[in-house]
């Protein structure tokens, strides 16, 4: 495959802690964040209609994170930019017995993982507890814990995603890895070793470390 877009030529558009660490961790990883121009959003800002170029010309529902390339193509999705990079670069991309895995575990944390999460940040996180929906909390704490099980074994034996190698996979999922970790203390991975493992795996990478910790 073969990519035409000059490397220094990249906006990315970020708001710290949420789904864009996914691209500025990779960019760590990869050692290009300096060279790529990030600019800091706010997302509360779409609601005080301080975004409409942004709407306009990047990202049609003014969320975050939108990687814009030199010849103005934009994308417009965290886990798109991942595999984007990864390409572009020439590196963590896996070889080719692991590409199943590896698009497997990027889509499925985007949609399906992302969509469960958000729900569960938003009642725990952003809801007053007497205004949460219990039911809502029931229905996805017992859909992530599903996952948990599956990925819990998934990860016996396993260092990354993609096995001994380091992956935008890893970026990808292991965000969601290290958001679940943020809420009520880790609850809901805390009884998954192979999970809380691979979260330890992650967090003593430097990259890691410069991304979430600085
Ligand atoms: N599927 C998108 C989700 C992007 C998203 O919802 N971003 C949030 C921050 S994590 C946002 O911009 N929220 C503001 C809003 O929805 O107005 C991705 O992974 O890039």
């Known amino acids: 495959m073969s990519l035409s877009t000059n490397k220094s030529e990249l906006t990315l558009y970020v708001y710290p802690n949420y789904r864009s660490m996914r691209c500025v961790w990779l960019a760590t990883e990869l050692g290009i964040k300096s060279d790529i121009r990030i600019i800091q959003m706010d997302p509360s800002d779409s609601d005080k209609g301080k975004c409409e170029s942004y709407r306009s010309t990047v990202h049609p529902h003014c969320t975050i994170p939108a990687l814009v390339l030199e010849d103005e193509k934009t994308i417009i999705e965290s886990g798109a930019i991942c595999l984007y990079l990864a390409d572009l670069h020439k590196r963590f991309s896996p070889g080719a017995q692991w590409t199943a895995e590896y698009y497997n575990w990027v889509v499925y944390a985007c949609s399906t993982l992302d969509d469960m999460m958000e729900h569960i940040f938003v009642q725990w996180c952003l809801t007053h507890p007497e205004n949460q929906d219990e039911n809502l909390v029931k229905r996805m704490a017992y859909k992530f814990r599903d996952f948990a099980n599956y990925f819990n074994k998934y990860m016996e034996g396993k260092s990354y995603i993609c096995g001994d190698t380091f992956t ?47």
């Open 168 to 214: 935008a996979a890893d970026c990808v999922i292991g965000y969601n890895i290290w958001w679940a970790s943020t809420m009520k203390e880790g609850c809901l991975i805390n009884d998954h070793p192979e999970i809380v493992r691979y979260l330890g795996t992650l967090q003593r990478r430097d990259a890691f470390q410069q991304t979430f910790l600085s």
